[in-house]
Nanobody, 115 residues
Framework: QVQLVESGGGLVQAGGSLRLSCAVS????????MGWFRQAPGKQRDLVAR???????FYVDSVEGRFGISRDNAKNIIYLQMDSLKPEDTAVYYC?????????WGQGTQVTVSS
């Protein structure tokens, strides 16, 4: 049973920073890709950033240059460093892992950015 547990969310003022963590049961090397998604109230869940097993990263335009995704293979944790946060970044952030065509999700962590 794969489990993903997010942490690090909270309330921050605009311009501030947060670092989200996603602890994964088992080796993250077994997943072809891992990513962070977010879902604001009344909106669909959208991809924010992804890192593939080979290290290639992808960011949506709205967070490019402000967010950074990284992975610690020894600890089986992926991170999302979020800088220069904006009110529109407010959402529940979810960690996702992909393996053999299947996607695993964490329970989410709330990020609220006040103006």
């Amino acid at each position: 049973q794969v489990q993903l547990v997010e942490s690090g969310g909270g309330l921050v003022q605009a311009g501030g920073s947060l670092r989200l963590s996603c602890a994964v049961s088992g080796s993250i090397d077994s997943f072809s890709a891992m990513g962070w998604f977010r879902q604001a109230p009344g909106k669909q869940r959208d991809l924010v950033a992804r890192v593939r097993n080979g290290g290639n990263t992808f960011y949506v335009d709205s967070v490019e240059g402000r967010f950074g995704i990284s992975r610690d293979n020894a600890k089986n944790i992926i991170y999302l460093q979020m800088d220069s946060l904006k009110p529109e970044d407010t959402a529940v952030y979810y960690c996702q892992a992909e393996r053999a065509g299947y996607r695993y999700w964490g329970q989410g962590t709330q990020v609220t950015v006040s103006s």
